[in-house]
C-alpha cells in the first residue's frame, strides 16, 4: 500500500487490483494475505503500518488485517487504542491481549453488549408476536 520511502515502489499491491486489499465487511481477505506473502517488502510495510496512530481500521498491511495489527503492535510493546473510549494503552501483558484500557471500559462495554442483545430479543419477540 502506500507510505513513505522507496519500499513502496516495489509493493506487488500497487500491481494489482487495490480493491482486493479493502474487502467489504465479511468479505474475504485471504487473497490479499496470499499476496502479501509473495510481496518483497512485506516487512517495510507491516513496520509501517504498525508505525501509524491510530492503526488503520480497514484494509491488509503486511498481510495483516485490523486485528492481527493490533495483535502485533501489542506483542512490539506499541499502544493500541481501546475499544470502548479510543484512548491508546500498552498492554500489560502482550500474551494476552485485551482490548480495553481499563475495567470502566470493559464493564461499560459489556453492558451496552447486554442491552444491544436485550433489544434484538425484543424485537425478535415482537415479531414472533405480530406473526401469532
Ligand atoms: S505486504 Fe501486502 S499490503 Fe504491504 S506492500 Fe506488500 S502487497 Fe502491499
Ligand atoms: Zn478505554
Not at 484494509?59 to 475499544?83: D, F, N, Q, S, T
Request: with cysteine; net charge positive.
Amino acid at each position: 500500500m502506500s507510505g513513505s520511502g522507496n519500499w513502496a515502489d516495489q509493493a506487488v499491491c500497487a500491481q494489482t487490483d487495490p480493491e482486493i486489499f479493502f474487502p467489504e465487511l465479511g468479505g474475504s481477505s485471504a487473497r490479499a494475505k496470499r499476496i502479501c506473502t509473495t510481496c518483497p517488502v512485506r516487512e517495510q510495510c507491516l513496520d509501517w503500518a504498525i508505525s501509524l496512530v491510530p492503526l488503520p481500521s480497514e484494509g491488509i498491511w503486511g498481510g495483516m488485517g485490523y486485528r492481527a495489527l493490533r495483535k502485533e503492535a501489542a506483542r512490539r510493546g506499541r499502544p493500541v487504542p481501546c475499544e470502548a473510549c479510543g484512548a491508546m494503552f500498552v498492554l500489560p501483558d502482550p500474551a494476552h491481549p485485551v482490548v480495553y484500557c481499563s475495567a470502566r471500559c470493559r464493564a461499560g462495554q459489556r453492558r451496552a453488549q447486554q442491552a444491544a442483545a436485550e433489544r434484538r430479543r425484543a424485537a425478535t419477540r415482537a415479531r414472533k408476536e405480530e406473526a401469532a
